[in-house]
């Protein structure tokens, strides 16, 4: 049974940095594009970043020149680095692993970011 365990959220400051994990586990890694999601209060989910098995990246527009997305393959991690937070990025962030074959969705629990001075 694939799970997904996230790490790496909690209380920073505007302009500060964080960094977030994601451990896949019961399954291939190389299986997965991996995902990271957010929802803030009241919103609906957005994607945040992509990466696909074979590293092709992607950035939705708010995440470009301050996000950074990474995985890695022996430790079946994959990890967002977020730089120059700002109050709007508070939310709940999701960990997303993408079957490459079967299309198949499966889902962290989610770690709170809190961006406040």
């Known amino acids: 049974q694939v799970q997904l365990v996230e790490s790496g959220g909690g209380l920073v400051q505007p302009g500060g940095s964080l960094m977030l994990s994601c451990a896949l586990s019961g399954s291939l890694f190389g299986f997965y594009h991996m995902n990271w999601y957010r929802q803030a209060p009241g919103k609906q989910r957005e994607l945040v970043a992509g990466?696909?098995?074979?590293?092709?990246?992607q950035l939705s527009d708010f995440a470009k020149g301050r996000f950074t997305i990474s995985r890695d393959t022996r430790k079946s991690t994959v990890y967002l680095q977020m730089n120059s937070l700002e109050p709007e990025d508070t939310a709940v962030y999701y960990c997303?692993?993408?079957?490459?074959?079967?299309?198949?969705?499966?889902w962290g629990q989610g770690t709170q970011v809190t961006v406040s001075s």
């Open positions: 990466i696909t098995n074979i590293g092709y990246r």
């Open positions: 997303n692993a993408n079957h490459i074959h079967e299309g198949r969705d499966y």
